[in-house]
């Protein structure tokens, strides 16, 4: 991935809703450095994303309906398992099982066999169900992009150019569309969390990306990411995903 940071997530609070899974709990080893942006100001290179904001090559996410009521989203590549909750961001790598399939990090661990998952951590237990599906988007659907975000009523979208610190915006359901240059005003990859702000003074805005659970609240659909776009007075929330660079 050309604007994916490798080193695994740290453990902010792990899957902490009432009822739910309470209390934090830490990664092994030091926690990652934010990153540092590369370009990023306005008309210059595209910046470096948090990882969390990417699938890291895995064809699908899955939306999980859990118990107590949290909903989770997963990915599953060859040798780990990324997890996202309404919290924050997670790697989790294979461990020995003896059905179904296993995977942990640190204190955290997901089981899950078919359709039905469990997921623990010192603090609780969450019984899942797997609700639905939605392929990833690749830069075979979304070419020269690095992020795309979407929402709902009105509907809106946004395309992180993959080169230059450039966006495509598109509001009011296609009526207004705009190309503007951007720049990073806050970039941690250990967070998760990514803030622009408007590269043009007689156009401000600011675009606000979270590495969590996001679910479309129209079709449902699951994405590692939440996104606040505000503009002209106005507040967009929406879902969206990192695209890597085509293999």
């Known amino acids: 991935m050309d604007r994916l940071s490798p080193p695994p997530l740290t ?10 899974l309470a209390g934090c ?60 909750s309404a919290h924050g961001a997670w790697r989790l790598t294979p461990a020995v099982v003896a059905s179904g399939a296993r995977y942990q990090q640190g204190d955290i661990s997901f089981w899950n066999k078919g359709d039905e998952a469990v ?14 599906q939605r392929t990833a988007l690749t830069r075979r659907n979304r070419p020269g992009v690095m992020f795309f975000a979407r ?15 450039e966006l495509d915006l598109t509001l009011d359901y296609g009526s207004r569309q705009q190309t503007l240059p951007y720049r990073v005003t806050t970039l941690d990859n ?21 590495g969590r659970a996001c679910f479309d609240d129209m079709s449902g659909e699951p994405f590692p990411a939440q996104v606040t776009l505000s503009i002209e007075g106005e507040q967009y929330r929406g879902c969206g995903q990192g695209i890597p660079a085509a293999p």
């Open 190 to 210: 250990g967070e998760g969390r990514m803030i622009l702000a408007s590269g043009r003074g007689d156009t401000p805005f600011e675009l606000r990306i979270e």
């Open 11 to 20: 453990l902010a609070c792990a899957l902490v809703l009432t009822l739910a």
């Open 119 to 132: 997921v623990e951590s010192p603090s609780g237990r969450l019984e899942c169900q797997a609700h639905m």
């Open 151 to 165: 929402g709902n009523e009105p509907g809106w979208a946004v395309s992180l150019a993959n080169d230059v610190a």
């Open 25 to 84: 709990v830490s990664a092994p080893g030091p926690a990652p450095e934010p990153i540092t942006p590369r370009g990023g100001d306005a008309g210059g290179d595209a910046p470096l994303m948090p990882s969390a904001f990417f699938g890291g090559g895995g064809e699908a996410f899955t939306a999980w309906h859990c118990t107590p009521s949290q909903n989770l989203v997963t990915t599953q590549l060859d040798e780990e398992l990324r997890l996202w």
